[in-house]
């Protein structure tokens, strides 16, 4: 676990580059919440972690996307999705690798509820991963 917040933090680090008015502006900042049936939970968490690594890695526009499961509830997950525009995000959507995901889960999901967030404090996204990099 503690690679995989290293490895978000990293993945948010990204966004120094933008400037404050693009990153409160232009980015699309999500939750996805999620419920998955019990038979599928292995599956689903194997196939959200793939998309996740992939759209990352393969889409510019895609700063972070990083899967979650709650401690209290395995079965609910929580996505945090952070995009460089509306339009990275509509790419990212008709991308091959996420269509694989979504047409391939769809029967996994009990409930799916996207939560469209705006960031409170854009400017210290930047300080975490210098955090994270002392805390060893």
Known sequence: ??????????????LTGFAQNQVTDSMLIRISEIEVYPEYLDEYLEAAR???AT???EETGVVCIFPMQT???KHQIRIVEIYASMEAYRKHI??????TYKQGTLHMVKSLDLVDM???????MSQISLKAGTNK
Request: glycine share 2%; hydrophobic share 45%; proline share 3%.
């Open 1 to 14: 676990m503690k690679k995989q917040v290293i490895i978000l933090l990293m993945m948010i680090s990204s």
């Open 50 to 52: 793939n998309v996740g």
């Open 55 to 57: 759209s990352v890695k």
């Open 71 to 73: 401690k209290r509830d």
């Open 94 to 99: 008709v991308s091959t690798h996420f269509q």
């Open 118 to 124: 705006n960031a409170l404090a854009p400017t210290s």
